[in-house]
């Protein structure tokens, strides 16, 4: 069957990938797995039929099939079988380094070895030349890469051992209450707590808040399982109120697990950055806010701008479920045992919440996990006909100087009239560098001036809004599909982290966003360029130039009645 088998799941692989054609193709191999020597290195084929007349070569040895060897749509040959069942969790079809009795050998030729950085894989049917893939021509080679074809082509993202392959899928109908952090995000998560009958999944990048963990420990004394996964070396690594929440997890019978950090074992992100609950098989909670007091505050007290929705539908519960257990039973995922220690203590001001939870029903929502599927942001910012508005905590330019990939699809959506206002940060770490987010959006407007082109950037200003910095990293696009997610805008974020996120169809939802966005808009200052444009600005000078002339007119009287 054409499928890839993960941890005792499997995602079913589009078999277009071998298209309408004859005989065999490559469509996957890795050259510089992670093990010692490389002997987890492999590559796999797709086609069916007999492989006697097969053969693929480096150029200086030969691989043959055993007489009778047969493939079925993929077939997978390794070194050491041995060696890839330690990477990948299964055995390959073959193996070329006799290592497993229970995995066949191909008969091997000369010095068959694929290098790290420069080699071919030529793959001939009948003595014919019928596929053939080159490094570095065709695909960058990184260790632990694993490249793959799709649609015709290598390398579509970044893939890396022990990382999932999640393709998209949309789920209509769905049930959604949303709101913004600081304003309702509480009452959200809560309400999502108690609809549990009997199980919660919890993947978060850090878990530093009380009462967050006091719900989840009420759950579990009233039967609920509750499994909580979180990032194993977030920046600064885990605090002791992190610990301490731990701790206080394990105390009432939930058990914790992080994974990585990155850089031990085989941890298959740089960082596990996703926050979301998957609750039982009916819905999730999932948020662009960790689980601390600026995203979640106890009572009416400020925090972060962020977003945050439950989605109730079990297509999307199923979905996020097997992302969750993908990632819990994937490498590098350990227990964490934390310690006593003191808690949070937030330390913000108090706050008058705005915007309370709205419900939306027949809501079409579609999954966006990174790397696997974070494209789809980029797919659905090409498509946008009227507006695009952006919240972010910060925006960084690609690692080769470029627009960020997401920011230049919008910029170039403003180039055919799409309407963009990005909104970023002004946090004090936010706007001290001589390259962040003030700079960023400076970037922006210059190039709006340049090109004139409807395009517009801010810094929030946090003070006029009650806030204490933007963590968002949301997205509306034509005021009717919301992006909510924990996918930052850099180079790192939706290529190497875990990370989740949900694309929301709904024109309620969207209208709902909009006004929480033109409030943290409106609060963000004033772009000269901009306000120079605006009709307020010619109303305010033409009543500047009333003013003056009706100054000058009853000083040329006065001096009159005064000389006459």
């Not at 997205?475 to 990370?499: A, H, K, M, Q, Y």
């Not at 939802?509 to 409030?519: I, K, P, Q, S």
Request: contains cysteine; aromatic residues 10%.
């Amino acid at each position: 069957m054409c499928q890839f088998m993960h941890r005792g799941w499997c995602v079913l692989l589009a078999c277009a990938l071998v298209g309408q054609t004859q005989g065999f193709t490559f469509t996957e191999f890795c050259p510089d797995p992670s093990d010692k020597g490389d002997m987890a290195e492999y590559f796999v084929l797709a086609g069916s039929g007999p492989l006697d007349s097969v053969s693929i070569s480096d150029g200086e040895g030969t691989l043959h099939f055993p007489s009778g060897a047969k493939a079925d749509e993929r077939l997978c040959v390794a070194g050491s079988a041995v060696s890839y069942h330690v990477l990948h969790g299964m055995n390959p079809d073959f193996e070329w380094i006799p290592t497993d009795p229970s995995v066949p050998d191909v008969i091997r030729t000369g010095p068959f070895r694929m290098a790290n950085d420069l080699d071919s894989l030529v793959l001939y049917e009948g003595g014919r030349e019928t596929d053939r893939v080159s490094w570095p021509a065709e695909v960058r080679s990184r260790t632990r890469q694993i490249h793959f074809r799709s649609a015709g082509a290598w390398d579509p993202r970044v893939l890396l051992e022990g990382q999932s392959r999640f393709v998209p899928a949309t789920f209509e109908g769905a049930t959604v209450i949303v709101g913004p952090a600081p304003d309702s995000s509480t009452r959200i998560f809560n309400d999502a707590i108690a609809e549990a009958q009997k199980e919660i999944d919890v993947n978060v990048y850090e878990f530093t808040s009380p009462s967050m963990a006091g719900a989840m420990a009420r759950a579990r004394e009233r039967g609920i399982n509750v499994t909580v996964l979180v990032e194993g070396g977030p920046v600064g690594g885990i605090g002791s109120p992190e610990k301490s929440v731990i701790n206080r997890l394990w105390s009432r019978g939930v058990p914790v697990y992080e994974m990585g950090p990155a850089g031990e074992g085989s941890a298959p992100y740089r960082y596990d950055h996703a926050k979301y609950l998957v609750i039982d098989d009916s819905g999730i909670f999932i948020s662009s806010e960790n689980f601390g007091a600026n995203g979640f505050p106890d009572g009416q007290y400020s925090g972060n701008r962020g977003w945050v929705a439950s989605v109730w539908h079990p297509g999307v519960a199923g979905y996020f479920k097997q992302v969750f257990l993908t990632d819990l039973h994937g490498p590098a995922v350990s227990r964490i045992l934390g310690i006593d220690g003191a808690p949070e203590e937030p330390m913000t001001p108090p706050y008058d919440p705005e915007f309370m939870p709205e419900r939306f029903e027949n809501v079409r929502v579609t999954p966006v996990i990174a790397p696997d599927t974070s494209y789809l942001l980029e797919k659905r910012l090409k498509t946008a006909e009227k507006s695009i508005d952006i919240e972010q905590a910060y925006i960084t330019n690609e690692t080769d100087g470029g627009w960020n990939r997401y920011l230049a699809a919008a910029i170039n959506a403003s180039r055919r009239g799409v309407t963009v206002r990005v909104l970023l940060d002004s946090y004090w770490f936010n706007v001290a560098d001589e390259a962040d987010n003030d700079e960023m959006a400076d970037a922006i407007n210059r190039l709006s001036e340049a090109e004139h082109i409807p395009i517009s950037a801010r810094c929030a200003d946090l003070d006029g809004n009650g806030l204490v910095k933007i963590h968002n990293k949301g997205v509306i696009i034509d005021g009717s599909t919301v992006l909510v997610s924990s996918i930052n805008w850099n180079t790192n974020s939706p290529t190497f982290n875990r990370e989740a996120g949900v694309l929301l169809d709904s024109p309620g939802v969207g209208a709902y966003f909009t006004r929480v966005f033109l409030d943290d808009w409106e609060a963000g200052g004033i772009n000269t360029q901009e306000y120079l444009q605006t009709r307020e600005f010619r109303l305010f000078l033409a009543g500047i130039i009333i003013l003056v002339l009706a100054a000058g007119y009853c000083i040329a009287r006065y001096r009159r009645i005064r000389y006459y």
